[in-house]
C-alpha cells in the first residue's frame, strides 16, 4: 500500500457543506482532492493540508469512500441509520461506538484502534507501533481504575484486574508486574444496599475514563478537544476545539475538529494537557500552573483567566503572590528551556511494549540519567550509534553534537539542545560534595534517590477529597454510555504546593509521594418523609439520606484506604529541595517537617470523618515506621526504618523553611 | 472558588474599556461596520454548540467530577465588535459578564467581568459559546427545580453593551 494523506479525524469536514470552488480536475486528482484542495488559477494546490506528507497514500486508503465518484453522496461513506453524523460518535463512549459500523468508524478517523490495522497500522508502516498501544497504560486505564479499587477492598492484589475495555496479552510471557488480562469494569447497580466498594466503582466508570484512547472523550467543553486512537494524541486540537483549516468545506464553527488536518510527532504540550491535567496533575504542573482549593487559598494569588478543562476563569493559579517577583510555582526547567513532553516521552513511554500493566510507572522508561548520565559517566551512544534509555529502547531524538557532545534535537522545533552530563557538574563545593558526592561511608545520595526527589521546585497536593455519589440522580457510563442512579460529584479540601512525602519507588529507590484519593466517600440515597429520616434536600421534592457519611475506605488487609503513590511532579529545577525539608536541622526546630516528609503525623491536614474520628492525612506510617495506608503501586511503600534514622541524626542547617498553615478544615 | 471581580468592578472595567482607544484595537471602521446592525444579545445553551433557550426552559446544573457546579453561559449577539479570535488577550476584546440570580434577587453564580472573543461563524451569526458560569452552591439540592434569571452583559470595544435575560428552572444533570 503506498502511504499518502490518511486524512485522519476531519472526515467530517468532507461530511459538512457542499463542494464549492472545484475546477476540472487534472489527471490524476481524486475527487476527493478536487473539493477539499482547489486549484487556484494559478494551478497551485490549496486548501486541506496533507496530513501526512512525508509518505504517498491517498485520501481513500485510509478513510475509505469512493476517490472516483463524482458526486458527493457517492464518494462520502454514508452516516449509518439512526446517526447524526460525525459530531455524535465523537461523543460516544468505548462500548457505544463499538456498535459504530466500521466502515464509517474509518471514515470519521482511520487511526481509531478498531480500524488503525487498515491505515496507520497497515504492513510496511506503524505496524509494531499498533501492536503495543492498543494495550499500553495511557489506553487501558488500568492505573486509574485499580488502585481505588485496591484502596476499599475490592482486589486484594496490586495487580490490575479491570480495565475501560477488555484486554488480553496474547503473548504474555510472564513480565514482572503485569498481568494477562484485563476485563472491562462494570459498575453493579446502585441502591440502598451498595457496598462502599460498589460505589466505588460506579465514581470510576463515571469519572475516569475521560482519556481512554479507544473513544474519542466526551468533546464537550474547552480544553478538552481530542480524537481517538493514534490521532487521540498525533492530531492536534486546539483548546476551543475548532478547526483553522483552510479546506474551503471545512467547518470553521463547530468543536470538536483539530486545527489542522495533519498528524504530527511535534505533539505540543497542550495537546498532552487535553487529558493530563487530572491524574497527578502533570500537564498543569509542568507549565507552572496549579488548580484552587475549595479552603485557605493564600491571599494575592494570581489566576488564569481562562475556562479551561471545565473550571472557570480564576481556577488555575500561576502566582502564589502578584506581590512580589517571584515565581513560587515556576515552569519545569526543560518547558522552560522549549522542550516539550514529547522530547522525553516517546516510543514505549507512550506506546507501551504489549504488557498489560497497572501503573505509569510500570511502563514509563525513560529516566533523569539516560539523558544527564551518572556522576561517574555521561551518556555515549552504543556501538551501533545509537543512544539508549535505561530499559535499551532507542531515543531517536539524541545525537552528538559537532564538539562531541549530546544533543536532543527538539521534537517541537528541531532546535539541537546539549545535555548537561553530570559528570561535567562537579562543582566541588562542600554543599555539592554532600548532596552528590559519596563520604566517608561510601554513601551517596545518588544511589539511593531519585534525581527528581531532590530537584522539584514545587508540587500539587490535593488532601482531603470529599466524594459523594448521589443515587437520587443518575450517572453516566463513560465506558457503555448508559444512565444509572449514581451521580459522582466531590471537592477537595486544601491545594498546597509544599507537601514533599518521600516513600520508595518501583525502582527501588527513595521518591517523591503524592496524597492520591486521601478520600472521605458519601453516599446518598432517594428518601421517603413520611417513614424514613431524611437528611439531604429535605424541603426540596427529591430528599434524601445517607448511607455512607464520609466514609474512610479500607484495604482488604484493614489498612486505612488512603492513598499513597509514587509521583514525579514534572517541576524540575536546577536548584533542591533544602536540605532541612528531609534531614533534622541541627538546632531541632524542624521535627515536625521532617515528620511530614516520613510519613508522620505533622498535623497540618486534619478531617473528620462522619462519625467524627479524626484523621491526620500526612501521617502514612505508625510510630514503628510501619505503613497504616494501603500502598497500591506495586514495588512501593515507605520510607525503611534505617533510612528514616539517618534522616533524624541533627545535621544540618536551618534554611528557613516553614510549612504553609492550611487553617482549619471547614466541612464542604 | 476565586471569583475576581465584582459586579460593580466589572462594571467599571466596562466603562475603562469603552473609552480606551489607544494601541492596537480594532480597525478604525469596525465600529461603524458593528453598527450597521442593531445590538442584540440572544442567550442560549450548550457547552460546545449553541442551542436556543427560551423562558422557562430547564437549564443544567453541571457538577464537575471532582467538585464545583456550574451552568453554561451561551450567546449570540448582533452589532458588536467581536474583536479578535485567536488572540484571547487583545484588549479589543468585549467584556462578558454571565450572572445567575435567585427570584428575590440574589447573585448565586457569576462569571465576573472576563474578556472574551466571540466567534464569527461562516455564516455570520456571532457567539460566545460554553463559558462557565460558576454557581455558589454546595449541594445542587441548593438550587435544584428552582427558577431563576440567567443574564448577560456583553460590551464591545466601541462601547455598545448589549443584554439579555433569561427565567429558567435549573436541574440536576446527568
Given at each position: 500500500m503506498r502511504c499518502y494523506?490518511?486524512?485522519?479525524?476531519?472526515?467530517c469536514l468532507l461530511l459538512l457543506g457542499a463542494c464549492s470552488g472545484?475546477?476540472?480536475?487534472?489527471?490524476?486528482?481524486s475527487s476527493c482532492r478536487r473539493c477539499h484542495q482547489p486549484l487556484s488559477d494559478d494551478g497551485g494546490v490549496g486548501g486541506?493540508?496533507?496530513?501526512?506528507?512525508?509518505t504517498v497514500i491517498s485520501c481513500v486508503d485510509c478513510h475509505?469512500?469512493?476517490?472516483?465518484?463524482?458526486?458527493k453522496i457517492d464518494s462520502h461513506v454514508a452516516v449509518p441509520d439512526g446517526l447524526s453524523g460525525p459530531t455524535e460518535i465523537r461523543g460516544m463512549s468505548s462500548v457505544e461506538l463499538d456498535t459504530v459500523p466500521l466502515e464509517y468508524v474509518r471514515w470519521v478517523n482511520p487511526s481509531d484502534y478498531r480500524v488503525s490495522d487498515l491505515s496507520c497500522g497497515t504492513m510496511g508502516c506503524h505496524e509494531a507501533i499498533n501492536a503495543t498501544a492498543p494495550s499500553s497504560i495511557m489506553t487501558t486505564m488500568a492505573g486509574h481504575f485499580n488502585k481505588p479499587r485496591y484502596y476499599v477492598g475490592?482486589?486484594?492484589?496490586?495487580f490490575p484486574e479491570v480495565a475501560a475495555r477488555d484486554q488480553r496479552d496474547?503473548?504474555?510471557?510472564?513480565?514482572?508486574?503485569?498481568?494477562e488480562q484485563l476485563t472491562t469494569l462494570h459498575a453493579p447497580a446502585l441502591d440502598a444496599d451498595s457496598s462502599l466498594a460498589d460505589i466505588v466503582d460506579k465514581y470510576i466508570e463515571d469519572g475516569?475514563?475521560?482519556?481512554?484512547?479507544w473513544n474519542f472523550g466526551p468533546?464537550?467543553?474547552?480544553?478538552?478537544f481530542r480524537s481517538s486512537g493514534?490521532?487521540?494524541?498525533h492530531m492536534v486540537y486546539a483548546n476551543d476545539g475548532l478547526s483553522r483549516s483552510?479546506?474551503?468545506?471545512?467547518?470553521?464553527?463547530?468543536?470538536?475538529?483539530?486545527?489542522?488536518?495533519r498528524l504530527t510527532?511535534?505533539?505540543?504540550?497542550s495537546q498532552c494537557e487535553?487529558?493530563?491535567?487530572?491524574?497527578?496533575?502533570i500537564g498543569t504542573m509542568y507549565r507552572g500552573v496549579r488548580e484552587a482549593a475549595r479552603l485557605a487559598e493564600p491571599p494575592n494569588i494570581g489566576a488564569l483567566d481562562e475556562s479551561l478543562h471545565g473550571r472557570p476563569s480564576?481556577?488555575?493559579?500561576?502566582?502564589?503572590?502578584?506581590?512580589?517577583?517571584?515565581?513560587?510555582?515556576?515552569?519545569?526547567i526543560h518547558q522552560q528551556a522549549g522542550?516539550?513532553?514529547v522530547d522525553c516521552h516517546s516510543g514505549v513511554d507512550v506506546h507501551g511494549d504489549g504488557n498489560l500493566y497497572g501503573a505509569h510507572d510500570e511502563q514509563v522508561a525513560i529516566?533523569?540519567?539516560?539523558?544527564?548520565?551518572?556522576e561517574d559517566t555521561a551518556i555515549a551512544p552504543d556501538d551501533g550509534g545509537v543512544f539508549r534509555n535505561?530499559?535499551?529502547?532507542?531515543?531517536?531524538?539524541?545525537r552528538l553534537g559537532t564538539d562531541g557532545v549530546p544533543v536532543m534535537i527538539s521534537r517541537l522545533d528541531g532546535e539541537a539542545r546539549p545535555l548537561a552530563q553530570l559528570v561535567d557538574?562537579?562543582?566541588?563545593t562542600p554543599e555539592y560534595v554532600a548532596t552528590h558526592g559519596r563520604d566517608s561511608t561510601g554513601f551517596s545520595h545518588l544511589d539511593s534517590?531519585?534525581?527528581?526527589?531532590?530537584?522539584?521546585?514545587w508540587t500539587q497536593s490535593c488532601p482531603g477529597c470529599h466524594v459523594t455519589v448521589d443515587m437520587r440522580t443518575e450517572g453516566r457510563s463513560l465506558i457503555d454510555g448508559t444512565l444509572a442512579a449514581g451521580r459522582t460529584g466531590g471537592s477537595r479540601s486544601w491545594v498546597v504546593t509544599d507537601y514533599f512525602a518521600l516513600g520508595m519507588g518501583v525502582d527501588g529507590q527513595l521518591t517523591l509521594m503524592a496524597p492520591q484519593e486521601k478520600m472521605f466517600l458519601t453516599a446518598i440515597v432517594p428518601c421517603n418523609p413520611a417513614t424514613e429520616t431524611c437528611?439531604?434536600?429535605?424541603?426540596?421534592?427529591n430528599p434524601g439520606r445517607r448511607i455512607f457519611d464520609q466514609v474512610v475506605r479500607r484495604t482488604?488487609?484493614?489498612?486505612?484506604g488512603f492513598g499513597f503513590g509514587p509521583v514525579?511532579?514534572?517541576?524540575?529545577?536546577?536548584?533542591?529541595?533544602?536540605c532541612d525539608r528531609c534531614h533534622l536541622r541541627e538546632d531541632g526546630t524542624n521535627t515536625n517537617i521532617v515528620n511530614e516528609t516520613l510519613?508522620?503525623?505533622?498535623?497540618r491536614f486534619l478531617i473528620p470523618d462522619g462519625e467524627g474520628?479524626?484523621?491526620?492525612?500526612?501521617?502514612?506510617?505508625d510510630d514503628a515506621g510501619e505503613?497504616?495506608?494501603?500502598?497500591?503501586?506495586?514495588?512501593t511503600g515507605v520510607v525503611p526504618p534505617d533510612v528514616a534514622a539517618r534522616m533524624l541524626v541533627p545535621r544540618v542547617a536551618n534554611s528557613g523553611l516553614t510549612l504553609r498553615d492550611v487553617g482549619p478544615w471547614v466541612a464542604p | 472558588m476565586i471569583l475576581r471581580f465584582s459586579l460593580v468592578f466589572s462594571l467599571s472595567l466596562f466603562g475603562l474599556t469603552a473609552c480606551s482607544g489607544g494601541?492596537?484595537?480594532?480597525?478604525?471602521?469596525a465600529c461603524e461596520a458593528a453598527a450597521t446592525e442593531t445590538p442584540s444579545a440572544t442567550l442560549g445553551m450548550g457547552s460546545t454548540i449553541y442551542a436556543p433557550l427560551s423562558d422557562g426552559d430547564d437549564v443544567d446544573i453541571n457538577q464537575g467530577a471532582q467538585g464545583g457546579f456550574h451552568v453554561w453561559g451561551t450567546v449570540r449577539v448582533t452589532g458588536?465588535?467581536?474583536?479578535?479570535?485567536?488572540?484571547?488577550?487583545?484588549?479589543s476584546n468585549p467584556d462578558v459578564v454571565f450572572q445567575v440570580a435567585t427570584?428575590?434577587?440574589?447573585?448565586?453564580g457569576d462569571t465576573g467581568s472576563i474578556v472574551r472573543p466571540l466567534k464569527v461563524r461562516s455564516d455570520g451569526q456571532v457567539e460566545l459559546v460554553g463559558e462557565i458560569v460558576p454557581l455558589?452552591?454546595?449541594?445542587?439540592d441548593d438550587l435544584a427545580f428552582q427558577t431563576v434569571t440567567l443574564s448577560v452583559s456583553i460590551t464591545d470595544f466601541c462601547g455598545t453593551t448589549v443584554m439579555d435575560s433569561r427565567s429558567v428552572r435549573l436541574v440536576p444533570s446527568t
Open positions: 494523506l490518511p486524512l485522519t479525524a476531519v472526515a472545484s475546477k476540472t480536475p487534472p489527471d490524476g486528482r486541506l493540508l496533507e496530513s501526512h506528507p512525508t475509505g469512500g469512493d476517490g472516483t465518484a463524482e458526486a475490592r482486589q486484594t492484589t496490586r496474547e503473548s504474555f510471557d510472564g513480565a514482572p508486574s503485569a498481568v475516569c475514563p475521560r482519556c481512554h484512547v468533546n464537550d467543553k474547552a480544553g478538552d493514534c490521532a487521540g494524541c483552510a479546506d474551503p468545506n471545512a467547518n470553521l464553527d463547530d468543536p470538536p475538529h483539530p486545527i489542522n488536518h510527532s511535534a505533539i505540543p504540550d487535553h487529558c493530563h491535567y487530572r491524574g497527578n496533575r480564576g481556577f488555575f493559579v500561576d502566582d502564589e503572590d502578584t506581590t512580589n517577583d517571584v515565581d513560587e510555582t515556576p515552569a519545569d522542550m516539550g513532553c529516566e533523569c540519567i539516560d539523558c544527564h548520565g551518572t535505561s530499559r535499551g529502547e532507542i531515543m531517536r531524538n539524541l557538574l562537579d562543582l566541588g534517590l531519585e534525581c527528581y526527589t531532590c530537584h522539584t521546585a437528611t439531604e434536600g429535605v424541603d426540596t421534592p482488604a488487609d484493614g489498612k486505612l514525579v511532579p514534572h517541576t524540575t529545577s536546577v536548584g533542591s529541595v533544602p510519613g508522620r503525623a505533622s498535623g474520628t479524626m484523621y491526620d492525612l500526612s501521617q502514612v506510617v505503613p497504616i495506608v494501603g500502598l497500591a503501586h506495586q514495588g | 494601541g492596537g484595537g480594532p480597525p478604525t471602521d458588536l465588535y467581536p474583536g479578535v479570535r485567536d488572540r484571547r488577550m487583545d484588549p427570584m428575590d434577587g440574589t447573585i448565586v455558589m452552591i454546595g449541594s445542587t
